[in-house]
């Protein structure tokens, strides 16, 4: 949706800039008992200490061995939970060689909560985190004692120039510093639907999109089809979002953040002027359907897989706000 021809995703993080989630309808995990999942004993072993917004300090009983992926809180936070390794978020963490007890590699813990992205894409190279962090709260400190089997090969080889030992047991100290839901959540809106494209959604919240047998309409529609209880959004914002565009005649998909594994920030300064208009004054939390003439889209000559003259079916999950980067 920029006016650029670069796709829209969330680039692949090299460093560990981490990244950090809520389900369909709600903002937190209400059902989850971390402390039922908890080893008591590992605070013990692995003494933390430091605030919250800083490195921590640890001093741990080397060498350090597990068999299976443990975990303990340090700190709980009262923020929203982590439901789901596709929420977004960040994460500051720390990883230390079980084998020495000597710290590894970490993020720079600067405060800056604009780097966000799928939890996923770290659970990929460090599996034992998806039990280590799920329903973790915002505000949270958490301790990850993670077993050989679950640092991912392709990760040990990764961070091997940064001293990243090729076996044995990691242990990570997380701070889950910004969870964002992992869609839209609110109140159904009732809309006049007739001649305008239907949406249904997966448990998860996922849109899907019906477009009728019917002409384009000419001008831009805009629709809310769920209204979240978050702040408005202004032009300036750089909203953070799941969506789902459709070309209206040929009725296919043309791109997806879904389908692409993880939410997208979208300046609104950046990007086409309906997409813009559809979203300037909608409230966070909320699910919008944009309808696009070519004249406020990509016009006569289109864009990439987009055709010229094209009308363009929008269905966007508004997740928060970016912040800005720290400087």
């Not at 796709?7 to 090299?14: D, K, Q």
């Not at 084998?99 to 405060?111: A, R």
Request: with cysteine; net charge negative.
């Amino acid at each position: 949706m920029r006016k650029t021809p670069a796709l829209l995703s969330v680039a692949a993080l090299t460093t560990l800039a981490l990244a950090g989630c809520s389900p369909f309808g709600g903002s937190g995990a209400s059902s989850c008992d971390r402390a039922e999942g908890a080893d008591p004993t590992l605070p013990d072993l692995v003494q933390v200490d430091g605030a919250l917004d800083e490195a921590p300090q640890v001093d741990m009983r080397s060498p350090f061995h597990v068999d299976e992926t443990a975990y303990a809180d340090v700190e709980v936070g009262d923020g929203p939970a982590i439901a789901t390794m596709d929420q977004a978020g960040v994460l500051d963490m720390t990883l230390y060689d079980g084998t020495t007890g000597e710290m590894i590699i970490g993020t720079s813990y600067s405060g800056d909560l604009s780097s966000v992205g799928a939890l996923s894409q770290w659970t990929t190279q460090f599996p034992g985190l998806e039990d280590a962090l799920e329903c973790a709260t915002e505000g949270s400190r958490v301790i990850a004692a993670l077993a050989e089997d679950d640092v991912a090969p392709e990760a040990r080889q990764t961070y091997a120039q940064a001293g990243f030992p090729q076996e044995g047991s990691i242990v990570a100290v997380v701070d889950v510093r910004k969870v964002y839901p992992a869609a839209a959540s609110g109140t159904l809106q009732y809309n006049d639907g007739f001649g305008l494209p239907s949406v249904v959604r997966d448990p998860d919240g996922r849109p899907g999109i019906v477009v009728p047998d019917a002409p384009a309409p000419e001008e831009l529609v805009v629709q809310t089809l769920i209204k979240g209880d978050g702040e408005k959004l202004t032009a300036d914002d750089t909203p953070l979002v799941h969506y789902t565009g459709v070309l209206w005649d040929e009725k296919t998909v043309f791109d997806s953040s879904w389908e692409n594994g993880s939410p997208v920030p979208f300046p609104l300064e950046d990007v086409i002027e309906g997409f813009t208009k559809g979203l300037v004054g909608q409230t966070i939390g909320s699910q919008v359907m944009i309808v696009v003439p070519p004249e406020l889209g990509y016009g006569d000559e289109g864009q990439g897989t987009i055709p010229g003259g094209a009308t363009l079916v929008f269905v966007v999950d508004i997740l928060g706000v970016q912040d800005a980067p720290t400087p």
